[in-house]
């Protein structure tokens, strides 16, 4: 009798899920430089803060480095990306944010007019090698190609390596 059911369980059950083969997601923070939306990959932005009440100027030094901010007790540069890249300065608001990167023994806060969020692309659909033109394309290497438009990868690691950026003197 107990083999009958034993029997009769395993046709009647369900067996394990099969596995299906997933792609692989990059995972990347969505926002806007001077009116083109750009990522940025998750492991190049350490967090995302609402843009600072205030911050201290700092004398003698480019109109790009807005100041220190004092974010949970440790002084932090403030660096205006739009500005730095040419276009208009960020203005503070709902949407804006500052993005604290933290690369080549280099820690601050970049201003950024809005974020969109969180974005995972397939990596099917990166653009090895993908250029733009003007002063974004000094930071962009990649992009990734879906439904809603292209997307530049916007590289920290390449900003933060820029001895132009890195030399906020005068």
């Not at 107990?2 to 067996?15: H, K, M, P, T, V």
């Not at 090698?129 to 916007?154: E, I, T």
Request: proline share 5%; aromatic share 8%; with cysteine.
């Amino acid at each position: 009798m107990l083999a009958e059911i034993e029997q009769r369980s395993q046709a009647g059950g369900l067996g394990l899920p099969v596995m299906e083969q997933t792609e692989a997601l990059w995972d990347g923070l969505a926002y806007s430089i001077a009116g083109v939306r750009v990522v940025t990959a998750m492991d190049e932005v350490r967090e995302m803060l609402p843009y600072p009440d205030r911050f201290t100027r700092v004398p003698g030094v480019q109109e790009w480095m807005r100041g220190l901010a004092n974010v949970r007790g440790n002084l932090l540069p403030v660096v205006d990306l739009q500005l730095f890249l040419g276009a208009k300065a960020v203005v503070s608001g709902k949407a804006a944010r500052m993005l604290i990167v933290r690369m080549r023994g280099l820690e601050c806060g970049l201003l950024v007019p809005s974020v969109q969020g969180m974005r995972h692309f397939e990596e099917q659909h990166r653009l090895r090698n993908a250029r733009m033109k003007g002063v974004l394309g000094q930071y962009v290497f990649d992009a990734f190609s879906v439904g809603d438009g292209v997307w530049p990868v916007f590289s920290m690691s390449a900003l933060t390596a820029d001895p132009a950026f890195r030399s906020a003197t005068l």
